[in-house]
């Protein structure tokens, strides 16, 4: 029987994916953010080992937080995936025969399954111990699973505009910049729709409820779903968007 000879595309498309995924691991922005996420974890248990205060409270502003700092060190390692190599790019692919499918989507999910793990391997073990250790737990593991989901989604789009936004932007700063002001001004207006209140309670908006398990379905389906339309359309968009470059 013939051998089965795997599809060049696919072959190249994994070796990038592992080449990309390698950088990553060894970047001092990834390890430096994976540390200090490591250390707010920590504090989280303690905090709320010792205070009062409910923990869909404590985690909400934890994620609210994950999401403003660690957003941003997302947007930026994925904005400058692309945009740093224009400069030697063309040439690249073509001495060393890569299709620019592969190329773009080996990036797109070699930075989305790193800030997939990084973000779940420090944020759903301190959520559970949480769970388990706080004074005034009212955080069921339903909730806790919903609102993981929920910013998994969040950030995972986010990888994708980046990579989307360094396709477009052959400046760096410029695609930072842009992606920023869309990513903070997105979560302003999310705020600014769903918050009852802007004290440190109304700010958070529904988050609460949903750690707690007393969101409803409509608004969890509704988030999710368009967490899942922007991860398929934004592959695609940023395929095009390469092809149609010249490099």
Same mark, same amino acid.
């Given at each position: 029987?013939?051998?089965?000879?795997?599809?060049?595309?696919?072959?190249?498309?994994?070796?990038?994916?592992?080449?990309?995924?390698?950088?990553?691991?060894?970047?001092? /922005? /990834?390890?430096?953010?994976?540390?200090?996420?490591?250390?707010?974890?920590?504090?989280?248990?303690?905090?709320?080992?010792?205070?009062?205060?409910?923990?869909?409270?404590?985690?909400?502003?934890?994620?609210?937080?994950?999401?403003?700092?660690?957003?941003?060190?997302?947007?930026?390692?994925?904005?400058?995936?692309?945009?740093?190599?224009?400069?030697?790019?063309?040439?690249?692919?073509?001495?060393?025969? /890569?299709?620019?499918?592969?190329?773009?989507?080996?990036?797109?999910?070699?930075?989305?399954?790193?800030?997939? /793990?990084?973000?779940?391997?420090?944020?759903?073990?301190?959520?559970?111990?949480?769970?388990?250790?706080?004074?005034?737990?009212?955080?069921?593991?339903?909730?806790?699973?919903?609102?993981?989901?929920?910013?998994?989604?969040?950030?995972?789009?986010?990888?994708?505009?980046?990579?989307?936004?360094?396709?477009?932007? *052959?400046?760096?700063?410029?695609?930072?910049?842009?992606?920023?002001?869309?990513?903070?001004?997105?979560?302003?207006?999310?705020?600014?729709?769903?918050?009852? *209140?802007?004290?440190?309670?109304?700010?958070?908006?529904?988050?609460?409820?949903?750690?707690?398990?007393?969101?409803?379905?409509?608004?969890?389906?509704?988030?999710?779903?368009?967490?899942?339309?922007?991860?398929?359309?934004?592959?695609?968009?940023?395929?095009?968007?390469?092809?149609?470059?010249?490099?």
């Amino acid at each position: 029987m013939a051998k089965e000879v795997m599809n060049p595309n696919l072959s190249t498309f994994l070796v990038l994916l592992q080449y990309d995924i390698g950088i990553l691991v060894r970047s001092w /922005i /990834i390890r430096f953010w994976f540390s200090v996420t490591f250390v707010a974890g920590i504090v989280a248990i303690v905090v709320s080992s010792y205070y009062a205060d409910d923990t869909s409270f404590l985690l909400s502003w934890a994620l609210l937080l994950y999401a403003a700092l660690g957003g941003f060190v997302v947007l930026v390692i994925s904005t400058s995936a692309i945009s740093v190599e224009f400069p030697f790019l063309g040439d690249t692919l073509i001495s060393r025969g /890569i299709a620019p499918t592969p190329y773009v989507l080996a990036k797109l999910f070699a930075r989305a399954i790193v800030i997939f /793990i990084m973000f779940n391997a420090i944020v759903a073990p301190t959520a559970f111990i949480m769970q388990t250790n706080a004074i005034n737990n009212d955080m069921t593991v339903f909730g806790i699973t919903v609102a993981l989901l929920y910013w998994s989604f969040m950030l995972m789009v986010l990888v994708f505009l980046g990579i989307t936004f360094s396709v477009v932007f *052959s400046n760096t700063l410029v695609g930072v910049v842009v992606l920023a002001v869309v990513w903070y001004g997105g979560m302003g207006g999310l705020i600014f729709i769903y918050a009852p *209140s802007w004290d440190h309670f109304g700010v958070l908006g529904n988050l609460p409820l949903v750690l707690q398990g007393k969101a409803l379905f409509s608004e969890i389906w509704t988030i999710l779903g368009a967490g899942i339309v922007g991860l398929i359309a934004l592959p695609f968009a940023a395929v095009k968007v390469f092809n149609g470059r010249d490099l």
